[in-house]
């Protein structure tokens, strides 16, 4: 198996806001709970970041931050996805300047592609050398699924290490895994299949649960398959109602209510329902994370 940036769970972290500003003290609070936890790496500034609604400028400032309150202790993968190829080249090399390890980037989305122009995409990504690229499906938000030949036509590429993958199709990340064989990394992209993926050969999850409960995701990711599966099945409960809503509105509820950062979103985006918020609560006081 090629060497991965990361084996076991990654945090896709949140990024908390209050005022309408990014909370630079509950950033390094947020980065410090992870680092406590033996969280394994750290996404700054992926979906679950919000970086849509951020200016550049934001984007950058918490890249570095994370970068600078990590410490090398372990990787940092910046967030770099978008719908303009140039222009996410010009992201991964400022990401690399900032010290990211590598860049975590979503299929185009909106504007999409052809299969062939995904192949032209992430080689264009690659080819640049700004930093290694780990690629991210996930068509229920971007519409596009990428398929299992068009991952195997550039897994070879030196600069695209692995794949986060969140299709939930087992199926397909079979297939993908059978046709890239050793020459890439590959990451669940849904916590609730976390031990599956690694029962077919998956190195680990690019977690949304992590933010919360790191040493849940933790263990699901490094325990024994079995032990995992159990640990998997179990938290089943609290990961539905984590994504009872569009990602991130339930683990910002979630963060709040542990007092972990403000309950604050910006628009589109809007606070988790009544009906959600109270399930999830119960969900989280079985789970022991709330009394």
Excluded at 152 to 162: D, Q
Excluded at 167 to 182: F, H, K, P
Aim: glycine share 8%; charged share 20%.
């Amino acid at each position: 198996m090629a060497n991965a940036l990361f084996e076991g769970c990654g945090v896709a972290l949140i990024t908390p806001f209050e005022n309408g500003e990014i909370n630079y003290a509950q950033l390094d609070q947020l980065v410090d709970f992870q680092l406590q936890h033996g969280t394994d790496a750290i996404i700054a500034c992926g979906t679950t970041g919000e970086p849509s609604t951020m200016t550049d400028a934001e984007w950058e400032s918490v890249i570095a931050r994370v970068v600078d309150r990590v410490n090398g202790r372990i990787p940092v993968i910046a967030g770099t996805g978008g719908n303009h190829t140039a222009e996410i080249i010009q992201k991964a090399r400022r990401a690399r300047e900032l010290g990211a390890q590598a860049q975590l980037c979503v299929t185009p989305y909106y504007n999409k592609t052809t299969q062939a122009g995904l192949i032209a995409h992430y080689t264009a990504l690659a080819d640049d050398d700004s930093l290694p690229v780990i690629v991210y499906n996930v068509p229920s938000r971007t519409g596009l699924n990428m398929q299992p030949e068009t991952l195997a036509a550039i897994a070879s590429h030196p600069n695209i290490i692995a794949m986060k993958e969140a299709s939930g199709n087992m199926v397909q990340i079979m297939d993908m895994i059978r046709l890239c064989g050793d020459r890439i990394a590959f990451y669940s992209g849904s916590d609730e299949l976390t031990a599956p993926f690694r029962a077919v050969g998956g190195k680990g999850v690019i977690s949304v649960a992590a933010n919360i409960a790191p040493d849940l995701m933790r263990d699901m990711s490094h325990l024994p398959i079995d032990q995992a599966t159990a640990l998997n099945i179990q938290a089943l409960p609290l990961i539905n109602a984590l994504f009872s809503e569009v990602n991130p509105i339930p683990i910002k509820a979630a963060a709040a209510m542990l007092g972990m950062c403000k309950n604050e979103l910006r628009l589109p985006l809007v606070p988790l329902s009544p009906a959600n918020e109270s399930k999830l609560r119960e969900e989280m006081q079985k789970a022991g994370l709330l009394c």
